[in-house]
């Protein structure tokens, strides 16, 4: 079992079919004070458009609710996904680990391997 919040997308969301549960994730982890995130995408893709809703205003609000280390399951690589990873990656590395999978059980074996507090 790993303390984390989790999304699992089983279809492509647009706008605030996209948003909303995202929003909620973050208000999750500030409640329960989470400190791992775990995103299913292997049964969906991002839209390249909410890419950049992610990066400039989504990603820093679930950095300052408390998330310090993410995984992010993709069915493959694309083009959107490589966008996601880029820009999560141009964030304050000190601030966060990060890494993608292609399979839900690596990305959670790897969540719960993962000491909290082994950023920085």
């Not at 999750?28 to 890419?51: M, N, R, Y």
């Not at 990603?59 to 992010?72: H, Q, S, T």
């Not at 969540?111 to 950023?119: A, D, E, K, M, R």
Request: proline share 3%; charged share 25%.
């Amino acid at each position: 079992m790993i303390e984390s919040v989790v999304i699992r997308w089983s279809y492509l969301a647009h706008e605030e079919d996209f948003r909303l549960p995202l929003n909620k994730l973050v208000e999750l982890a500030a409640i329960k004070k989470a400190k791992k995130a775990l995103f299913d995408e292997s049964h969906s893709l991002f839209i390249a458009k909410e890419t950049q809703w992610l990066s400039d205003e989504w990603f820093p609000r679930l950095l300052d609710a408390g998330i310090e280390i993410i995984a992010i399951v993709f069915p493959e690589k694309t083009v959107s996904n490589i966008d996601v990873g880029q820009s999560i990656e141009k964030k304050d590395s000190t601030e966060l680990l990060y890494r993608e999978f292609d399979n839900i059980h690596s990305a959670v074996s790897w969540l719960s391997s993962v000491p909290i507090g082994c950023v920085n």
